[in-house]
T-cell receptor, first 115, second 110 residues
Framework: GAGVSQSPRYKVAKRGQDVALRCDPI?????LFWYQQALGQGPEFLTY????????KSGLPSDRFFAERPEGSVSTLKIQRTQQEDSAVYLC?????????????FGPGTRLTVL | TQLLEQSPQFLSIQEGENLTVYCNSS?????LQWYRQEPGEGPVLLVT?????EVKKLKRLTFQFGDARKDSSLHITAAQPGDTGLYLCAGADNFNKFYFGSGTKLNVKP
């Protein structure tokens, strides 16, 4: 497909379960971002990759959150021992360049509900 | 605490009315972007402004970047029901990190 895809679109987890969220960016895009969007709020930055290098992970809320992009393409956001406060939409975005202000292309998001 | 404050948070208007949405910060950004997001979808870029004082027009939408590159506004002329959505501003720092505002939820009634 031409756009950013994310899977699954919806995920329900019991508190304490581990989850893995996948992002397929636009082919050839160098930059990849993960955001967390709570209901009624704007997206909040989680982490940023330039190719396979994780250059900024300052937004990850705790050490239960881990992201990787081993081959500089597909990325996975893993949340261990999920908590109710982790319930949110997780958005992935990719960008062709590395300069600030490049257009970000967003996927549809994964809505995570932790019971 | 959001680095970018948007106002108003909610706006419900009649078709044909004009409106302005504001995005303010105490921080300076290298660029600022406006996005529109519809339910169940990711945000879609509307415009990027880079230069202080810059004004960009996109059909009925006018975007302005403040002289000091700390704030921005989005003005919509003759709003239509198709303009309904969540409008988000996002400021970029020099390290390609983006800070989003909390959003303005616009509803345009026919």
């Amino acid at each position: 497909g031409a756009g950013v895809s994310q899977s699954p679109r919806y995920k329900v987890a019991k508190r304490g379960q581990d989850v893995a969220l996948r992002c397929d960016p636009i082919s050839g895009h160098v930059s990849l971002f993960w955001y967390q969007q709570a209901l009624g709020q704007g997206p909040e930055f989680l982490t940023y990759f330039q190719n396979e290098a994780q250059l900024d992970k300052s937004g990850l809320p705790s050490d239960r959150f881990f992201a990787e992009r081993p081959e500089g393409s597909v990325s996975t956001l893993k949340i261990q021992r999920t908590q109710q406060e982790d319930s949110a939409v997780y958005l992935c975005a990719s960008s062709p360049g590395v300069a600030g202000g490049n257009e970000q292309f967003f996927g549809p998001g994964t809505r995570l509900t932790v019971l | 605490t959001q680095l970018l404050e948007q106002s108003p948070q909610f706006l419900s208007i009649q078709e044909g009315e004009n409106l302005t949405v504001y995005c303010n910060s105490s921080s300076v950004f290298s660029s600022l972007q406006w996005y529109r997001q519809e339910p169940g979808e990711g945000p879609v870029l509307l415009v990027t402004v880079v230069t202080g004082g810059e004004v960009k027009k996109l059909k009925r939408l006018t975007f302005q970047f403040g002289d000091a590159r700390k704030d921005s506004s989005l003005h919509i002329t003759a709003a239509q029901p198709g303009d309904t959505g969540l409008y988000l501003c996002a400021g970029a720092d020099n390290f390609n990190k983006f800070y989003f505002g909390s959003g303005t939820k616009l509803n345009v009634k026919p």
